[in-house]
């Protein structure tokens, strides 16, 4: 892959990644996740800034599943 | 019938198994693969419910990797660790990939990682991969899923309500803009 077609590439994805997270942000229930413990807190955060559900499952300790089931609670919606 | 053969992973499971309209994807297809490594990861009762009905019916069944497919994605996930800006494939989903590419089968994905994956990396840029987006846009097309004209976005927010899952609004308005013109030229 050219080194131009890469950028936009990355460009592209970028762009849908800073959608997802304003998304995310606004979504997303502040007081559910101020109130969890740290490590919970922590990976609830990451997934807000980042979306990416396996390293945040692993910060929080949980399976990908049990930790999808806690997005939702906390509201912060999956975007892809 | 569209299609015959998919492999879900783990991700599009645990949102599409809350669906109101989950058993439309076996209107699709004929049989969908779920590999064991994803099978394992799955643990709520709603999820283990809608799999074990359906692993009986065999619209699903369960696929056993062989160590070739696991060294592949396991050289996948490396190759997708070395691209900086990108989220990187994980196991259970590059072996989707890989399975996908080597048995022709649609990928069924809602992880990022894989799909940035397909983008980025030549040794699966050949794999089909499809969102629930992707799914419900087929399901329209072949009148498995019929639109309220008076509402066409209906479809949509059911399965965003049902999943807390939001599509990225560019995908969400262009299939928004096919769905009125199919209304149209139904009319």
């Known amino acids: ?80 | 019938m569209l299609h015959e053969f998919a492999i879900a992973d783990t991700c599009f499971l645990i949102d599409w198994a809350r669906y109101r309209r989950r058993d439309i994807l076996f209107k699709l297809f004929k049989t969908v693969f779920v590999p064991e490594a994803v099978l394992r990861e799955v643990v709520s009762e709603n999820t283990i419910s809608w799999i074990s009905r359906w692993l009986a019916k065999g619209g699903l069944a369960l696929y056993t990797e062989d160590p070739s497919e696991i060294e592949e994605a396991r050289k996948l996930v490396e190759k997708s660790r070395r691209i900086p800006h990108i989220i990187p494939v994980d196991l259970p989903e590059a072996l989707c990939l890989i399975i996908g590419k080597r048995r022709n089968y649609i990928v069924l994905t809602e992880n990022r990682g894989a799909l940035m994956a397909v983008d980025f990396l030549e040794e699966v840029n050949n794999v089909t991969v499809w969102r629930s987006l992707e799914i419900l846009v087929k399901a329209i097309e072949k009148e498995i899923l019929s639109i309220d004209c008076n509402d066409p976005e209906k479809i949509l927010k059911e399965y965003m309500n049902d999943t807390l899952h939001i599509f990225p609004r560019r995908d969400y308005n262009r299939v928004v803009r096919w769905m009125h013109e199919l209304c149209q030229r139904r009319k």
């Open chain 1, 1 to 80: 892959m050219s080194a131009e077609k890469m950028s936009k590439k990355i460009q592209k994805w970028i762009e849908l990644e800073e959608e997802a997270k304003r998304i995310r942000r606004v979504m997303a229930d502040w007081n559910f996740i101020e109130k969890q413990p740290p490590r919970i807190k922590e990976a609830l955060k990451y997934y807000v800034e980042k979306g990416d559900i396996r390293r945040a499952s692993l910060l929080a300790g949980m399976n990908v599943e049990e930790f999808r089931e806690l997005l939702r609670k906390a509201k912060i919606p999956v975007i892809v």
